[in-house]
């Protein structure tokens, strides 16, 4: 491996009102190396990605690219230097196509000057070998609008590709991958990484950290905790380093007393999403929902929150048939959704902290159509204090928060509706292990008061550690239901890869 680094931050120090975001931290990566970015939301690693990548300038501090200090006035000044970023949550224009999407910002031009009009031919057929190199089979014509969540994620690493960076950024990658299109991920980064590129790794997987990367820094609070070889490295060591306490209690799940029936549902069908769904749901219960991506999971619980209409089938809700055609009849009836994308469904982000923790609430907060802001505050701090949201303020735009943060909100948001009934679909999804163990205490707590949850999970060590029942799903059908002291990894991954009535299920 090359010695002399490609990208060297020194004596790095970041501030926001109120708030010291990186304090004098260093950082460094070479060519032909895949290096972990590791810390808690909030620990400082999107404030240094956003300064590699030119969004931000930092108030002290050298940036050095091949040795050379430099300063980038945006994030096209980054990416002409060979620095590219594949996000978190996909950032791409739904109405473009897959060909216009690669190929925004850095057009192929037609002539020998490179300022003749845009060369639809060229770029087409690039983004078709482009697709191709990374096995994604889609036209370079469909529309962005018309894939499915995976498809777009690949789509913006083919983008990645696409400029030849020489510096690639990949933040939570494998978020919303199957197992299959993660290892084709770890392929190409492979791949990237024997052609000398320099790839910067940033997931809160710790498998994926230890199959993938080579070194790692872990940030803390704003500061650089430890760096080092990951051969060298264990999960406890870095958890250490990350949250400052060996952290045993990931999964709390604590004693609940099992009650009543309080959901039932019998042969629920969506025609093309999911069949003949049966199942019960008790006050005190955490029911846990596992399936690999395109089970279903998600398509029924929009359906039990009034989202989308159910072709046949019967809910009932403590006894009585229940047919919710909006969401704001399922709330009334006790039911709150946290939504697995919360930038599209279950925040607004230039709103403040306050305002969407207390969005459901506006009707009860309100006497005559006058707000009562003084009791709207006061909700917003309860709440806000009791999920332990980390910010400057309350008044401070959603979108300034870490992905932790942002998640806490939507958390504290429902929360404050006091429901019966709370469904949780992929709740610590791109959040760090401190922020996870947060929330498994909180979901923990509620069913201990006799709420009743309903847990969506693609994490098999979350379903199995808070789970007193496991459903798996498959292809939209139920293929198994396991009992928590009957279930085991081997068993419920079988069950999430076989056809209903197949006797290995």
């Known amino acids: 491996m090359n010695t002399k680094a490609i990208l060297e931050l020194k004596d790095i120090s970041m501030y926001f009102p109120g708030i010291k975001a990186l304090d004098s931290v260093d950082f460094s990566i070479r060519p032909g190396e895949v290096h972990a970015l590791i810390g808690e939301n909030g620990a400082g690693k999107s404030t240094l990605v956003k300064i590699i990548t030119g969004v931000y300038k930092q108030t002290a501090g050298q940036v050095l690219l091949n040795g050379e200090e430099t300063n980038f006035k945006s994030a096209l000044d980054a990416q002409s230097a060979g620095i590219t970023a594949i996000h978190q949550e996909a950032s791409m224009f739904p109405e473009l196509s897959v060909t216009e999407n690669i ?5 192929v031009k037609k002539g020998a000057s490179g300022k003749g009009p845009v060369d639809w031919k060229t770029m087409r057929q690039r983004t078709r070998e482009l697709l191709d190199d990374i096995e994604l089979d889609i036209s370079p014509d469909a529309l962005v609008k ?11 690493i083919a983008k990645a590709l696409s400029i030849d960076a020489q510096i690639v950024i990949m933040d939570e990658p494998t978020s919303a991958l199957t197992l299959r299109e993660v290892e084709d991920l770890y392929k190409i980064i492979r791949r990237l990484r ?13 498998e994926e950290i230890f199959d993938i990367c080579d070194t790692y820094t872990v940030f803390r609070d704003g500061q650089l905790i430890g760096d080092g070889n990951v051969s060298d490295a264990t999960i406890s060591s870095i958890i250490n380093m990350m949250v400052g306490r ?14 009543d029936v309080v ?3 019998e042969n629920l069908n969506r025609t093309g999403y999911f069949k003949n769904i049966s199942f019960n749901l008790h006050k005190g219960e955490i029911l846990g929902f596992f399936g690999l991506i395109g089970a279903g999971r998600t398509e029924v619980m929009r359906v039990l929150f009034g989202i989308d209409k159910a072709s046949s089938g019967e809910v009932r809700l403590n006894g009585k048939p229940v047919s919710f055609t909006k969401p704001k009849k399922a709330m009334k009836a006790g039911i709150a959704y946290i939504p697995e994308d919360r930038h599209e469904q279950g925040t607004i982000l230039d709103m403040s902290i306050a305002d969407n923790i207390t969005l459901p609430n506006v009707d009860e ?3 005559f159509g006058i707000l009562d802001e003084k009791a709207e505050r006061s909700l917003a701090e309860d709440f806000a204090k009791k999920i332990e949201i980390k910010s400057a303020g309350l008044n401070m735009k959603t979108s300034t928060l870490s992905g932790g943060n942002q998640q806490k909100v939507v958390l504290a948001k429902w929360l404050s ?9 992929e709740p610590t999804k791109g959040i ?7 929330v498994h205490k909180i979901v923990s707590d509620m069913a201990a008061e006799g709420k009743a949850i309903i847990l969506v999970s693609s994490e098999l060590p979350e379903v199995l550690g808070m789970s007193d029942r496991i459903v798996v799903m498959h292809e939209g059908f139920v293929t198994s239901v396991f009992e928590r002291e009957e279930a085991d990894p081997d068993k419920v991954m079988l069950a999430a890869i076989a056809q209903p009535g197949d006797e290995s299920a």
């Open 365 to 367: 907060l309100s006497h």
């Open 246 to 259: 060996s952290l045993d209690l990931l999964y709390p799940k604590g004693e609940s007393t099992i009650g």
């Open 194 to 206: 024997d052609e000398g590129k320099a790839i910067i790794f940033i997931s809160h997987k710790f």
């Open 263 to 265: 959901l039932e549902v």
């Open 432 to 438: 760090d292990v401190g922020t996870k163990a947060r």
């Open 417 to 425: 509706t006091g429901p019966e009934i709370l469904i949780l679909d």
């Open 103 to 107: 190929f925004m910002g850095h057009h």
């Open 146 to 156: 018309s894939l499915g969540v995976a498809q777009r994620h690949m789509v913006e």
